[in-house]
């Protein structure tokens, strides 16, 4: 096999590779605005300016394609939250309460631009599409235990002896910011799941019985 054609072929690997990448992120997008339901196949090949034939080469359905994107959306997020700059915080308490102000940070711009992926898909398929509810539930769950990391090292930290564990503090935190999406929605206001965001960091300070800045009356 010459060069050119070794050439060649990474390129068709690579454009194949793009295109991919492009329904995954069209998917992010399309599916946060309309939802899962109402996304169609043309939706997404519109999305990311491929054809019908690219679509199917790469995904099975639009079941398949929803799988893939909710464990794109995993490590997409994943490495936000990685490079988020709680995690340089001593204290873990700080790490938790510095994840939950970066969490209300990220409450920016469009109402699709900061909701949930597999929180929307979920709602829409827990019952229908046990695939797509348990590749949303492992991104979730996933996501919680790296918050629940933190929650056990500032328990043992501060020494208290609570009634609830480390995990389901984790999944609460999880479903305080999906319930805050709900209502962003439903209000069309982001300001008022950044308020339930507010009073998450509130509560999670009075379990550890943390002292409170006093908060000037809005």
Known sequence: MGVLEQEKIAMQVTQKHSAKDKILEGALSVIRTKGYAATTVDDLCAAAGVTKGAFFHHFKSKEDLAVAAADHWSEMTGNL???????????????????????????TGELPEFTCLVGTMVQETYDSNPA?????????????????????????????????????LALYTQAVLQGAFIIAKAKDNPKDAAACVDHLRRYVEQLFNRPQKKEKAR
């Not at 490079?83 to 939950?100: F, K, M, N, T």
């Not at 769950?141 to 609830?164: F, G, L, M, N, Q």
């Open 132 to 168: 797509i509810r348990d590749a949303c539930a492992h991104s979730i769950t996933s996501h919680a235990a790296k918050v629940e990391a933190d929650i056990r090292e500032a328990i043992a930290k501060y020494r208290i002896s609570p009634p609830w564990t480390a995990a389901s």
């Open 81 to 107: 939250f990685a490079q988020a700059p709680y995690h340089r915080h001593a204290d873990p308490l700080d790490r938790v309460i510095g994840y939950i102000d970066f969490r209300k940070s990220l409450l």
